[in-house]
């Protein structure tokens, strides 16, 4: 018989992996985790990726991530955000994904940052809305334009090809 492994929250583990670093990694990831919170208290823990902090809320936030030589926040859709403070300095290039490298030593702007979650937060809610939006449309019998029925479906052909 299989023996049950007790359920651990992501909160619990990202608790372990603060106390695991035991270094400016560990320090930096306690100080984001309680900007994030500040920024949103409604925000959702995670642990994915066999070990990845995650804060989610209405879709992924951002990541909080430890490297040997840096702390590497990524923001899902961070190249859609606006950066006024020049906090990413990571990841530039891509179309989706923006980060913040922090290396040991560097002072986090928390104020600059609790902005950037909370747009980021924003950001996911209009993006889901919009995505209900769209559902509610197509499962709406009459066309938006004119109020039409909107046309059957047709049924695929019942003769298989031989």
Known sequence: MKQLLPVVSASARIDDKIKELADWRGKTLA???EIVHQADPQILEEWKWRGTPVWSHGGIVCTGEAYK?????????GAALKDPSGLFNSSLDGNTRRAIDVHEG??????????????????NLKSATRGHSRLRTTENPTRASG????????????????
């Open 106 to 123: 560097d002072k986090l702007d928390a104020e600059a940052l609790k902005n950037l979650i909370c747009a980021a937060v924003a950001l």
């Open 69 to 77: 030589n840096i702390f590497k926040m990524t923001f899902a859709k």
């Open 31 to 33: 100080k984001v985790r």
């Open 147 to 162: 109020g039409a029925p909107a046309p059957k479906p047709r049924r695929s052909s019942s003769k298989r090809p031989g």
